[in-house]
Structure formats: C-alpha cells, structure tokens
C-alpha cells in the first residue's frame, strides 16, 4: 500500500489552515506546559520518597533515555507527519489497530476527570490562604482536628509551661495521661530533650514512638479539605462537600474558557502557565534549604546507600520510574500526537522532543531537592526520620509544600504565589488532555468542527459530573483507585502496540522517510540511537515492566483517616481492574471490528492489508502536484476540513 509520500523536487507544498499554532513557540511551550506538570511537583516526589529518594531517581533517569525520549519522540513525529489525532491517525497507518486510537483516548478520559481534581484542591487552598493566619499553621482545637496533631511550637510553649505536660488531643496534656491513653506509665527516666517517656513494661519508649504524630498541614489535608473521618470507607462515603464541589467547578470553568477558540487561546495561556512555577519553584529552594534539617532531606534524596542501590533489583521501583515517565513526557495518552498534529509540517520536532524531555526531567529533579529540602526540615520538626515523617502518599504536595510555606514571612503571600504554581502546572497538562479528547470527537465528527465551543462546554460538563464522586468525604478513595488503575498497564500496552506498529507493521524505513519529507536530518549517532530504542530496547523493556507489574500486583489503596493504609475491598479492586484493562479491550475489539467492517464492505482482510496504511494516510500538506504511488489515486489531505479529495486521473505531473 502506498504511504501517501510526496517526492521531492516534484511537488509543490503549501503549509495546511487548521487553526494551528500561531508560532513555534505557542506549540513549544505547550508541549512543555504538558510534560511539566503536576506530577513533576506531586507524583515524582512521593514516589522517590516511597522508593528511597535516589534509587528511583536512578531508574527514572534511564527509563526516561530508554523508554520516554524515544515514545516522545515518536509520537510527535506521527502528529506532525498525519495532522491528525490519534484516533484517524492509526486507523490510517494500520486499520487494524484503529481501537489503539480509541484505547488512549480512554486513558486521557479517565486521567483527564480525576486530574482536574488536584486542580480543585489547590483552589481550595488558594482561597484558604488569604485567612489571616494559614489555616494549617498550627494544630486547632475545633472537631476537625486530630488528637494526634503535633506542632513543635506548640509542644515547646506547653514544656516550658510545665516540664511534665506535651501537645497532644489540640491542648497541653500530662505526659502521664498520654501514657495511660495507649496502655503504657510514664517512665522515670527523660529523653535527650529532657522530655518525660512512657513505660510499656519492657522499655522506656520516646512520646513519638508512643503515636504517630500527624503535621498541622497533614491534618488539615485530611480532615478539613478531603474531610475524612473515622468511620469513612467504600461503603460509607459520607456527604458531599459542597467546597469542593464549587472548586471542580471552577477548575472545569477554567479549563473550558482556555479552550473554547482552541490552540489559538491555549497557545497565548501557555506563556503564563507554561513559565511562572520555575520563578516560584527556584523561590521556595532558596528557602527550603535555609530551614533546618533541610540536609538531611536532600541526602536522603541523592544520596546512594549500599540499601538503596539494593532497591534496584526491585521491579516495582523500575515499574513506577516507567509508569511516572508515561505521566511526566505523555506519551501513549494521545496528547502529543494531538499538540503534534496542529504543527507546521517541516517543524523541527527532533529538537523539540530532545530538549523538552530533558528540560521536564530536569524539572523534576530540581522539583525533588525543592520538596526534600521541606521533607528533611519536617522529620527535623516531628523528631523522626527522613524516611517517616510523612505517610501521605499522593498527597504529598498538599503536607510538605504548605508546611514549608508557614515558616516564610508574609505566608498569605508565599501559599497564594505556590498554590497559583500548583494550578498552572495543573492547566498546562489538562488542556492537552482535554484538548486530546475534543479534538478526537472532532475529527470522528468533522461537522462539529464548526461548533469546537460547544464541544468543549459539553466535555466540561461531562467532565465536571464525573468528578463529583470525588467531592465526598471518602472522595479520596475514588480518586486513588483512578489513580492507581486508569494509566497503569493500558498505558504499558498501549505504548508497546504502538511501537510494533509503527516500526514492524508501517515499517521503521517507511518511518525514516517520512522525517526526510518533513526535512529533519538527524546525525549518523541520533539516528542509530533512535533505531535501536525503538526496535529493540523500548519495546522489550516496556514488555518485561508490564509482565513483572502483573506477576507483582498488589491491591489499591488510600491513605485513610489514621496513618494506616486503607486497602480497597475485592468489589472494587475490580471496578479498578476494568479501568486498567479498558485500553486492551478497546485494541482487541477494534481487530475484530475493522475484520467484519472491511470484509462487510468488500475489502481486503490479510494480514498485510489489515496492517498497512490505507488509501488515506499520507502527510498533512496539500500537494498541487503528487506523484502516483502505485495502485492508488493521489490526494490532497486538507486539515481544515478534514477530508481527502483525489485528482482525476488526467492529473498533470
């Protein structure tokens, strides 16, 4: 089948309208706005603090050269080259694997509604923080707060009232008492801090030892914005928290009014979004590493310890760095295919992918000595570890950055301008995934082109009402099973069919010719870097984190109400299997559809013509003048309209 190339010297191109970005700086800050996102600030933290710092920091770094880059890399490509979305786009290259299309699409869905939630939780602080004192400062004494809330100053002003009392139940407590509480005497013997200590009959235990102290900033994430409480689980969810459910519905507002003229108005946001958490990011290092413990943290976090470099020979560790690489760079959601598709077709995209995957892993890394250096000065607070100040999991951005926030002057100031960083870099991503799913209902529908406005409120909408079962008090739980599920093995499968399917069905030469057209020349070094991650290393390696992330499955779950983790019942664990496997399901279904579609239809059901390019793939350019490929018409393909129109057969060549 003909792959729709235009030989050079013989065709005029002229560059397609397809509302397509204004300049090459709109599409570079737009695909940098979406690989730096949350996750570098929220997810790529916690999870290098539950993997022990520098061990995944070491897997992400490779996986990101041997799995990331190359996906990035490729994908632009095939949106620059087809001017199209994913869903047309692999139906085109290899009508068989058109479901692969529908697969991501699902993915960025399901991503696309809890992601914005984070976006709600950050206007929620945002307006929280223009009380006159921050309201996760110190440990209240309202019904929301923990008895097991611990605030150093506050502690300190009780010991210097009485050497026997500490903070503990939000007032000044008898040590005596706390004893008691959890079946222990108080000892006869102090600390090194010359702080009284309990007896539990063997030994004489330190009062942090006794209970887990919970951060003010902790507590108030989880009582009084999630508003978890004791009793709360899967079957009692609690009622709606009206808060929240105004803030998602400024978040979706948002989102809409950025979107509603397309990449015109989000190409123009991305200026401010794309660029303003870098000058907060650099603010909060400067004062994260004068606090105190701020050392500890950034060791804990760089440095390799004969324990940790033992993690290595873990695969959980290399399947999250896999998994935390699809969230950061976004490949296989479909959202750079979609960025991709409305570039100039002879944009150097090599470039681009090079620097922009590098520049987000370097943001995540310097985001990582940011939180660290807060992490480190925590454990200094609670008088613990590095290693176990926090148990808040995804939470994380919401317990360290917010502490780290109290100890600047001016706090209003500071937590408006971090919790402001927190919703552009949210914005960033969540247009292109947004964008991604609009964009893909458009071009299966190319009359509703016309109405991008309406389609946009309408997915707002959608997306808005599916994401009130995470405005409840046990919210959180429904957020961590999309979390934990919907971008977990479909997106590993979805990347893996992707990769055979361009390099083995399309073929990696055809691949190769297509970048001539487009005019990129890569080095004799890139070009055999690149051939090597696509045809052999990414694809196996994606294939072996994907069979040792089933072989190592464990349950969902959430951090709950107590410092314990709250594992999901079966019921649901399978509510969350149906979300992970949904990407396979729609790749398998479109085989058998395009089979009895095609062979309903009079086509060609082999093997080779399931899995070749059809009649319409070809490069997004209008040609006045293409030659023939064999057995084929020639085409215009006009992005604008969304259709392809053949010149008759008396064509002047």
Known sequence: MGKGKAEKGDVEVEEVERGGWDNQCDFFLSCLGYAVGLGNVWRFPYLCYEHGGVTFLIAYIVMLLISGLPLFFLELVLGQYAGKGPLKLFGRIAPAFKGLGYGMLMISFLVVIYYNMIIAWTIYYTFAGFASELPWTYCGNTSLTSRDCFQ?????????????????????????????????TEADERDDTNRLMCYNGTDNIVL????????????????????????????????????????????????????????????????????????????????????????????????????????????????????????????????????????????????????????????????????????????????????????????LAFIAYPEAVTQMPVPQLWSFLFFGMLITLGLDSQFTMTETVTTAIMDQYPNLRAHKGKVVIVASIIGFILGLTMCTRGGIFMFELINWYSASWGLLICAITEILIVMYAYGY?????????????????????????????????????????????????????????????????????????????????????????????????????????????????????????????????????????????????
């Open 509 to 653: 030469k055809n691949f190769l010719e297509n970048m001539e057209e487009m005019g990129l020349k890569l080095p004799t070094v890139m070009k055999y870097y690149w051939l090597s991650m696509w045809m052999v290393i990414t694809p196996v390696v994606l294939f072996f984190v994907l069979i040792m992330t089933f072989i190592q499955y464990s349950p969902a779950w959430s951090p709950d109400y107590s410092q314990q983790k709250y594992y999901f019942p079966t019921g649901i664990q399978f509510l969350g299997w149906l979300m992970a496997l949904v990407a396979a399901a729609f790749i398998i279904m479109g085989v058998f559809w395009q089979y009895y579609n095609r062979k309903r239809n009079g086509k060609a059901t082999d093997f080779k013509s399931m899995t070749s390019p059809n009649e319409k793939w070809g490069p997004a350019t209008v040609t006045n003048a293409v030659k023939k490929p064999t057995g084929l018409d020639n085409q215009t393909y006009v992005k604008d309209e969304f259709s392809y129109n053949k010149y008759s057969a008396d064509t002047t060549y």
């Open 208 to 395: 942090n030892r006794v209970y887990p102290r919970v951060s003010p900033s902790e507590d108030y994430y989880k009582r009084t914005m999630l508003g978890l409480e004791e009793d709360t689980s899967w079957e009692n969810m609690g009622g709606i928290k009206w808060e929240l459910v105004l803030c998602l519905a400024a978040a979706w507002t948002i989102v809409c009014l950025c979107l509603i003229k397309g990449v015109q108005s989000s190409g123009k946001v991305v200026y401010f979004t794309a660029l303003f958490p870098y000058l907060v990011l650099v603010i909060l290092l400067i004062r994260g590493v004068t606090l105190d413990g701020a050392y500890d943290g950034i060791i804990f976090y760089v440095y390799p310890t004969a324990e940790k470099m033992a993690n290595l020979q873990k695969i959980d560790v290399w399947a999250a760095a896999a998994t935390q690489i699809f969230y950061s760079l976004g490949p296989s959601f479909g959202g750079l295919i979609t960025l991709a598709s409305y570039n100039k077709f002879t944009n150097n995209c090599h470039r681009d992918a090079i620097l922009i995957a590098f520049a987000n892993c370097g943001t995540s890394i310097f985001a990582g000595f940011v939180i660290f250096s807060i992490i480190g000065f925590m454990a200094k607070q609670a008088d613990l570890p590095v290693g176990e100040v926090i148990k808040g999991g995804t939470g």
């Open 152 to 184: 150093r100053d506050q502690e300190l002003a009780c010991f210097n009232s009485s050497s026997s009392d500490t903070f503990w139940d939000k007032k000044c407590t008898s040590v005596s008492d706390v004893c008691l509480n959890f079946n222990m």
